[in-house]
DNA sequence: AATTTCACCATACATATGTATGGTGAAATT
DNA sequence: AATTTCACCATACATATGTATGGTGAAATT
């Protein structure tokens, strides 16, 4: 993914993407430059024709804010809102190990929210399926119930959430999976967020 | 819903919810005094000024295209897209029939595409419930199979679509419902768009 | 060794942008 | 009858904004 950008250029990009799910729109030349301390937005100029030459993004000639993303659906993965969630701790995908998750997001969600891909069938019950997308607030705490993103041993899980006196239990809706049993001073243990919203993708295909 | 605002006003605010859902961010006071043909920004800025005083927006001030949207969620209800899709025949809603539909629209989704909220469990086979919300896309046509919302003797559906020689049938996923069969010119019968994909709401309250 | 790419810089410029101020006339309210 | 609100207008201004042009030095490529 990003093929063909230099560093410099993905952590535009990034910024860009982030601007617009943050602030609800893309950021001024002068607003990227501030960012990235550039001294002149004739830098930044630049830095867009080039990752607008390799396709990545379009501009719209005289017209503040102009930048529009051409990236594969409405769907990206602004690596900064994760680094802002999980502190640190960046999440880690195991592309073949049930449960874990991708953490993509939206063009425009409610604010400081993201958006992450389920892995595994582990939560069917509820019927919450494999690909499909549950929308995270990482700015409520978790009641006993919600289905939640935690970080467990670097791997991210969807599981329900159930606080009990010392312990904290993860519950799959999925009779095949053990519940998983956690003392709630782990270090390894961290809650992302909360669900709040589920979303499918249903067309198979475009003919 | 708006209240408070007059004609003008909530036309402008339209505008506003509508460039922002069109062109992935808010218009310049220029761009809103062009579109209703005022002479000058100086309308626009008292309209918005109006606006802001009671509380359907934020301004932040010095900033291009600076206006925040205060309105509860992200769910607005642009009527100018509805009608682009249902031209002249505004969807009714029967608020206790089965199966029929209400169209909201999230503040940032694929250009034209637009949100409906299910009513009824006629799809619960397909995993799609009573209060989802269907996103749906008016610019392709659907293939066998395909969910589709359809309006039918001044009511919306969705259902799954088949076209046979010279009927067509619409099919519940649900053993309780019983499939339509309309013949392909029937003209109280209009294909809407086709479903690609669905949201759920998940957290049952916020505490 | 020569050339290209990358990542910056400075400067300049037309126009876009938000904002402030003051004004007019009609309609609504007090 | 006096006042306020509403819906516009014109003009002015500082600064934001995108853009164009030309330049430097390091690194990568040919």
Chains 1, 2 share one sequence.
């Not at 993004?57 to 993965?77: C, M, Q, V, W």
């Not at 978790?142 to 239990?169: H, Q």
């Not at 809706?173 to 967020?193: A, C, L, M, R, W």
């Amino acid at each position: 993914m990003r093929a063909g950008l230099t560093k410099i250029q993905k952590n535009i990009l990034d910024f860009i993407i982030n601007t617009k799910v943050s602030a609800g729109m893309p950021p001024t030349l002068a607003e990227i430059a501030k960012h990235f301390k550039y001294k002149n937005r004739a830098t930044v100029q630049q830095h867009l024709k080039a990752i607008e030459r390799k396709g990545y993004l379009k501009r719209n000639p005289k017209i503040s804010r102009g930048i529009e993303l051409t990236l594969d659906e409405k769907f990206f993965i602004p690596k900064p809102v994760i680094g802002e969630v999980a502190a640190g701790n960046p999440i880690v995908v195991y592309p073949d190990t049930i449960d874990t998750i991708q953490l993509p997001t939206i063009a425009r969600i409610p604010k400081e929210s993201f958006l992450v891909k389920v892995k595994g069938n582990s939560l069917k019950d509820a019927y919450i399926f494999d690909g499909d997308i549950v929308i995270v607030d990482p700015n409520i705490l978790p009641n006993n119930g919600d289905f939640t993103v935690a970080i467990l041993d670097d791997s991210a899980v969807v599981k329900r959430f159930f606080k009990k006196k010392k312990l904290i239990e993860l519950h799959s809706e999925n009779p095949e999976y053990e519940k998983i049993v956690i003392s709630s001073n782990d270090e390894k243990f961290n809650i992302v967020g909360v669900v709040i919203g589920i979303y499918r993708s249903i067309r198979k295909k475009v003919i």
